[in-house]
């Protein structure tokens, strides 16, 4: 639940608000057929979602020293080449809306690179909706808590002030890690056995649960 002393909640992006888990097993997989690399299985790219891509390629291509060739292939197979939809999930935007309406600063701490979370905001017209973003590149990876830190000093908050809605084990053991409160998705890429291992304060079904918090 969402403690009334809550000023900040921050958001990740792929398998939270946006439904983009199955793009990016069919780009990567794609990326790696035509690389001629070993072809990651859909629960081995699943459970990398949320990581850096640096940190994706050291754990499914652990062979490869230069990452820059699969980095282009892969942007290009998620960007264009790979048309399987990636909508966000119902009811995101009006949750987004009535949060910020309730007075909470909301934020995106995501996997993404900062080209492609600002790319996905554009396109998604949810740019205006967030008070600050942090993207991979802008900090160390997660589970590291350094996005957090700088998503509560920029908003000028406090750890029990804030909490970390995700997707994943990597979001709330980001979450433990800053000191934060977290809140975890049963609908994007890590199962809801991986995530109750992190103590989530709740499991939601559904993004619009949030307004009822």
């Known amino acids: 639940m969402i403690a009334k002393q809550t000023r900040l909640i921050v958001f990740d992006w792929d398998g939270t608000l946006m439904d983009s888990t199955g793009r990016i097993v069919s780009a990567m997989q794609t990326t790696a057929t035509n690389l001629k690399l070993p072809i990651p299985s859909v629960d081995d790219v699943r459970g990398i ?3 850096s891509l640096g940190e994706c390629y050291l754990r499914l291509f652990p062979e490869v020293d230069d990452h820059d060739w699969i980095t282009e292939e892969y942007r290009y197979q998620y960007v264009e080449g790979d048309q399987t939809p990636s909508p ?16 909470y600063l909301l934020a995106v701490a995501t996997g993404k ?9 554009n396109e998604s017209g949810l740019m205006s909706m967030f008070d600050v973003t942090i993207a991979s590149d ?6 590291h808590p350094e996005m957090l830190h700088k998503l509560m000093a920029h908003t000028k908050t406090q750890p029990e002030q804030a909490i ?11 979450a433990q890690r800053a000191g934060m409160g ?8 890590h199962t809801v056995e991986m995530i109750k291992t992190y103590d ?14």
């Open 49 to 51: 979602i949320g990581l």
């Open 88 to 103: 966000l999930f119902e009811g995101t935007e009006d949750t987004l809306e009535h949060l910020k309406s309730r007075g």
């Open 113 to 121: 690179a900062r080209h492609g979370l600002d790319r996905v905001l």
């Open 138 to 143: 802008e900090a160390q990876s997660k589970p």
């Open 164 to 174: 970390m809605v995700g997707d994943t084990t990597f979001d709330l053991e980001m």
């Open 182 to 189: 977290g809140i975890g998705v049963s609908f994007g890429a």
């Open 200 to 213: 989530p304060q709740a499991i939601i079904d559904d993004i619009r649960e949030l307004k009822k918090f």
